[in-house]
């Protein structure tokens, strides 16, 4: 377990500010043990939840050419058969994954492909396990065409604490299933589009793993 490179500066500016803040309340309260103790242990307690939001697990995808891996660590909240109106424009399934911010918040490829579609759309941050956070909130939109011909949609979703959606793919490159997508800061949802046709491998309120469960297969 190691941590994210998405978290390095963050986790730094933050030692900065509570340090000096840490230091002032010892100086001022140097007589008065109870306060700086419990301001240190209040201080400790911050940094830790930060910094496990930023962990990064050692992880090897079994790739498959017919396999849908998870995209994220979480919960399963919805699969369901709807339109996706921004480049199929058809009826496709919608598999999504909730990340509550106690979960690993990095984003993975669930098939190998090139990627023919990015783009990031700003939003609002209402709760992400909510249907109406696909398409009002900041999320990032990514196509990945597979060798078959077929595509998927990934759709990674800020949340009411996420606040920002990380990509690290571009339109054009090739990357391998299981290869990092991108980070959402503090959790939030990711939802997949499928082909109709897709056996799906997961039921509601399941808990997934990233890179590890496989959503579904293609036909």
Request: proline share 3%; no cysteine; glycine share 6%.
């Amino acid at each position: 377990m190691t941590i994210h490179k998405t978290g390095h500066r963050f986790l730094i500016v933050i030692f900065l500010i509570l340090l000096p803040i840490n230091i002032s309340i010892y100086l001022s309260f140097k007589n008065k043990h109870l306060v700086y103790q419990l301001f240190f242990v209040t201080s400790f307690i911050i940094y830790f939840i930060i910094f496990i939001f930023f962990r990064k697990p050692k992880r090897i995808a079994t790739i498959d050419e017919k396999n849908i891996l998870s995209p994220a660590d979480g919960e399963i909240v919805a699969i369901e058969e709807t339109t996706e109106n921004e480049f199929f424009k058809q009826k496709m399934l919608k598999v999504s994954v909730f990340m509550s911010i106690w979960n690993i918040h990095i984003n993975w490829l669930p098939v190998s492909g090139t990627i023919v579609y990015k783009k990031h759309h700003d939003g609002k941050h209402i709760a992400a396990f909510l249907p109406k956070s696909s398409t009002d909130n900041e999320n990032m939109t990514t196509v990945i065409k597979i060798k078959d011909g077929k595509a998927i949609l990934v759709r990674q979703i800020a949340g009411a604490v996420a606040r920002r959606v990380v990509a690290f793919v571009n339109k054009d490159e090739s990357h391998k299933q299981g290869s990092e997508l991108g980070f959402i800061k503090f959790g939030s949802r990711v939802d997949l589009f499928l082909p109709i046709d897709t056996k799906i491998n997961v039921k509601l309120k399941q808990k997934v793993k990233g890179t590890q469960t496989i959503i579904g297969v293609l036909t």
